[in-house]
């Protein structure tokens, strides 16, 4: 019969054989995928626990705020110094990044896209977002956060080997960052509608996707670190 | 139906085949899944992050307040009580605002643009300082732990900006003209010698043949930041 058939049909199962035998050595010897599903459900489950603690935790800060206040305000209505004192407090609060605030605003999100169509890995360097802060800043924003971390005099944002060090917490700078800002939402994002504005910049250069929203309601939250100071002093 | 060699190998082949592919599926079962695309894996990722965030801001915070409520409660006087806790409270933030006067040790930096020139040089623009200039500088001085900054007199806050004005450079939006003096607070040989650093932004400047001066300071005076601001859109969030 057709010998030359039989033997293309063979030729053709050891094709298939031997590309499923490398498929599967390849398959057992890579590591896994970085992102497996199950890490995905494991991320899915702690995102929930946290938010419960979270609110539990909202709850008693909320509670203890309450009994404070009390006791405050009750020797603020009878002591004209300890008013005065209190109104400052509040007031230097607001100003300085010591309070959670909201307001108008914009949500800048920024998502370096590392897929297959990218020749070189996407990330942010430190000083794209030095200068996101300078020029909403110059915008008049009242309150700034880079994921989360709130934006205050001191604020360091640094390369610290691969990470950007932002408040002494670390960032990857494979993720996305998102930057909040309170302010006149017009204002905000038109300044970085300039052509040589850095979002514009960044779009240029490609490997980003770049989000900007404007809301009614940013909620910015406060500064959390304990300063030392070491070499100031009052005067 | 013959059994030859061949029709043998094939059908050790085919077994072979069938064994192979049915190891396939049984180690990749296809069990019910979430598409998941590395962007939604980000997204996650952010949240998560976020909610640490939050709550380690928490469990500061409780730890404050319980530790101000138990003050409160076991003092006899609590009007003197509370007015200190107040007292040294103000002091805290006020520092931390950048709204009051302060000084200690430290660097001075003089920067001035590069006026020996010929006006028909290319690279005129590398002789002029130039606000990022001034910003880079100043991160360059925060990331080395300096606790106040000010440029010719405009204290360093959160809502500081240095923006470029044509010929004019806006910091606090007052305008400030070269030459620019730095003044910084802090461990002076940290800040000298992240100054002196091959990448810092000062190496860049005095390579751009600007003129540039830094001195270690024992005492520095630096003034608060000295404008009224109301906030406009920011309200304290319940």
């Known amino acids: ?235 | 139906m013959r059994l030859n060699v061949k029709n043998i190998f094939l059908l050790t082949l085919g077994v072979l085949c069938g064994i192979i592919l049915t190891s396939f599926i049984l180690t990749n079962p296809f069990k019910p899944t979430l598409i998941l695309t590395y962007k939604e894996f980000q997204r996650k990722n952010l949240e998560l992050n976020q909610l640490k965030n939050q709550i380690s801001i928490l469990n500061k915070d409780i730890e404050n307040m319980q530790q101000k409520l138990i003050e409160y409660q076991n003092s006899s006087r609590i009007t003197q009580n509370v007015l200190m806790t107040m007292k040294n409270e103000l002091d805290d933030v006020r520092l931390f605002s950048g709204f009051c006067d302060v000084e200690g040790p430290g660097v001075r930096i003089i920067i001035d643009d590069n006026r020996n020139y010929d006006i028909s040089d290319d690279n005129i623009l590398d002789y002029i300082t130039h606000n990022s200039d001034i910003l880079y500088v100043i991160y360059d001085l925060k990331n080395a732990g300096a606790e106040a900054i000010s440029v010719n007199g405009q204290r360093i806050i959160s809502t500081s900006e240095v923006t470029c004005e044509g010929p004019i450079i806006k910091i606090n939006n007052q305008y400030i003209v070269p030459p620019f003096e730095i003044l910084a607070i802090g461990d002076p040989d940290a800040l000298y010698f992240a100054m002196t650093m091959p990448d810092s932004k000062i190496k860049e400047l005095q390579f751009r043949q600007l003129y540039v001066r830094i001195v270690k300071e024992k005492s520095i005076k630096i003034s608060g930041y000295n404008r009224k601001t109301v906030p406009k859109y920011i309200k304290i969030s319940k």
Request: charged share 30%.
């Open chain 1, 1 to 235: 019969m057709n010998n030359r058939s039989s033997q293309l049909w063979i030729g053709f199962i050891c094709v298939i054989l031997g590309f499923m035998v490398s498929y599967q050595l390849r398959y057992i010897k890579t590591p896994r995928y970085q992102y497996t599903t199950r890490q995905f459900e494991n991320l899915v489950k702690e995102t929930e626990d946290l938010k419960k603690q979270r609110d539990e935790l909202l709850i008693k800060t909320q509670e203890l705020q309450m009994k404070i206040d009390e006791i405050e305000k009750s020797v603020a209505s009878s002591n004209k110094v300890a008013s005065q004192m209190k109104e400052e407090l509040d007031q230097l609060r607001l100003l300085s990044g010591l309070t959670d605030v909201e307001g108008p605003g914009i949500e800048i999100t920024i998502t370096p896209v590392n897929d297959l169509s990218n020749k070189q890995a996407s990330q942010v360097y430190y000083k794209d977002l030095i200068d996101i802060v300078n020029e909403l800043n110059s915008a008049g924003a009242e309150a700034i956060s880079i994921n989360d971390e709130r934006f205050v005099g001191r604020t360091q944002i640094r390369q610290a080997g691969l990470s950007i060090k932002i408040n002494d917490s670390k960032f990857d700078p494979t993720q996305p960052f998102v930057i909040k800002a309170i302010g006149d939402p017009a204002i905000l994002e038109g300044a970085f509608k300039m052509p040589d504005s850095i979002i514009e910049i960044l779009k240029k250069i490609g490997g980003f996707e770049i989000k900007i929203v404007r809301s009614d309601k940013i909620k910015i939250l406060k500064y959390n670190k304990n300063l030392e100071y070491k070499y100031i002093q009052r005067k």
